[in-house]
Nanobody
Framework: QVQLVESGGGLVQAGGSLRLSCAAS????????MGWFRQAPGKGREFVAT????????YYADSVRGRFTISKDNAKNTVYLQMNSLKPEDTAVYYC????????????????WGRGTQVTVSS
């Protein structure tokens, strides 16, 4: 099994920045890709960004491309999400996920999930 723990969320004004971290433990050798999803109250789970664990290929949702950057440190078993130029619509609980599925933008491709970290962007 794999355990994921997110951190780094908080309150920030529009235009500000935050960096989220996701620490993985357990059978991390089984991970093919990792990703970030978010969910706002009353809304469904939304794809944000993904990165392949064995390489550096990345993909972003249109809503965050150019503002967010996903990166990783394999030695530390940690994935990061650098969020710049934050907007109020970025407010959500952000979840880290790890999996072995074929489509990294699809929630069903991920087997393991963190409990989430709250990001709130004020106007």
């Amino acid at each position: 099994q794999v355990q994921l723990v997110e951190s780094g969320g908080g309150l920030v004004q529009a235009g500000g920045s935050l960096r989220l971290s996701c620490a993985a433990s357990g059978r991390t050798f089984s991970i093919i890709h990792m990703g970030w999803f978010r969910q706002a109250p009353g809304k469904g789970r939304e794809f944000v960004a993904t990165i392949f664990w064995s390489g550096s290929s990345t993909y972003y949702a249109d809503s965050v491309r150019g503002r967010f950057t996903i990166s990783k440190d394999n030695a530390k078993n940690t994935v990061y999400l650098q969020m710049n130029s934050l907007k109020p619509e970025d407010t959500a609980v952000y979840y880290c996920a790890a999996g072995r599925g074929v489509l990294p933008t699809t929630p069903t491709s991920y087997e393991y999930w963190g409990r989430g970290t709250q990001v709130t962007v004020s106007s």
